[in-house]
């Protein structure tokens, strides 16, 4: 069972408002990943850090969202002016190197 | 970049009956291949992950796998109502990020 733990469960947000979100990986896994899943069950990619550097991230995360893993502190994805589609659920997941990613239960979003 | 692509896109079964899932992707180099199940509202739970040809197995779960074909399946041997729910597939694109598909919603009736 996954271990990763992800805050707030639900989050609601008016338009042009902040929406920040907090990952707690599983003990010992470097490797963090952020995930949107939308209502029609697509997922996008978002963004990957191991330890606290990114490895990898999509436009649309590199001009709207900003993402961290601060040693020794949760993860943290944050919307910095919320839009309608940005409305699904966020999907934190970790993992040692190349191996299983574990996913945690999601912050679903809401923008009003 | 990789496609994933599932069918059906829904599925019911009786309990017990064995049900059947299928994942094609598009590219037959990445590394490997993992089932996940997702309850409503709740998190992904990993099944079954596959990297070689042939066939993995993990309790009722069995994933297989033909690259050549392109294509994983799943199948769930005897099927309970507490497996309904949302089962997706995963290619991991060799850079460490999932390509998932849309899912199968699986309804195992009583």
């Known amino acids: 069972n996954s271990k990763v733990i992800q805050t707030p469960r639900y989050l609601v947000k008016g338009q042009g408002q902040k929406a920040k979100m907090r990952c707690i990986p599983e003990?010992?896994?470097?490797?963090v990943f952020w995930y949107q899943q939308n209502k029609n069950n697509e997922f996008k990619f978002l963004i990957n850090?191991?330890?606290?550097?990114?490895?990898?991230q999509i436009d649309m995360t590199e001009k709207r969202f900003s993402a961290e893993c601060p040693s020794n502190s949760p993860c943290s994805l944050e919307i910095q002016s919320s839009e309608a589609g940005d409305s699904a659920l966020y999907l934190c997941a970790s993992s040692l190197p190349s191996y299983e990613q574990y996913f945690g239960p999601g912050t679903r979003l809401t923008v009003l | 970049q990789q496609k994933v692509q599932q069918s059906p896109e829904s599925l019911t079964v009786s309990e017990g009956a064995m049900a059947s899932l299928n994942c094609t992707f598009s590219d037959g180099t990445s590394n490997n291949f993992r089932w996940y199940r997702q309850h409503s509202a709740k998190g992904l739970e990993v099944l079954v992950s596959?990297?070689?040809?042939g066939e993995k197995e993990e309790g009722r779960f069995t994933a297989h796998l033909n690259r050549a074909n392109l294509h994983v399946s799943l199948h769930i041997r005897e099927p309970q109502p507490s497996d309904s729910a949302v089962y997706l597939c995963a290619v991991d694109t060799n850079t460490g990020k999932l390509t998932f598909g849309d899912g199968t919603v699986l309804t195992v009736k009583p």
């Open positions: 596959i990297f070689s040809d």
């Open positions: 850090f191991q330890n606290q550097e990114v490895l990898q």
């Open positions: 003990k010992g896994h470097p490797v």
